[in-house]
């Protein structure tokens, strides 16, 4: 049971494709993010879709597979944990930010062949 105390799966489309850096020590760090969709019936039985934006990081030989194969609008499965962190804006603002660090990365479906 202690591997399930912080661990986040969600299956949604890329919003971008990731942004990557390579660190001062070499390592690969990507950053992109993933909408999930929601449907559900309102009160009056319509059709609703509620969309949720999550950030996501991925460090090493995920980021270097994200870098390569991810793109815009592509559907993926992403398994990893919640990463809190804080940090100071140009303003002087303290800012709170909660991530998905992904370890593990499933691409759906395929690139079609040209013929």
């Given at each position: ?8 799966q ?25 909408a999930?969709?929601e ?24 980021a270097?597979?994200?870098e ?48």
């Amino acid at each position: 049971m202690y591997a399930l105390k912080n661990k986040v799966q969600l299956i949604g489309n890329l919003g971008n494709a990731p942004e990557v850096k390579t660190t001062e020590s070499g390592k690969k760090l990507a950053r992109f993010s993933v909408a999930t969709n929601e449907s559900y019936r309102n009160a009056k039985g319509e059709k609703v879709t509620e969309t949720t934006w999550h950030n996501l990081v991925a460090w090493g030989k995920v980021a270097e597979i994200a870098e390569k194969y991810l793109t815009k609008g592509k559907e993926v499965a992403v398994e990893g944990k919640l990463i809190n962190r804080s940090y100071t804006d140009k303003e002087g603002n303290k800012k709170y930010i909660t991530e998905v660090e992904v370890n593990e990365l499933l691409m759906f479906g395929g690139d079609k062949p040209t013929a």
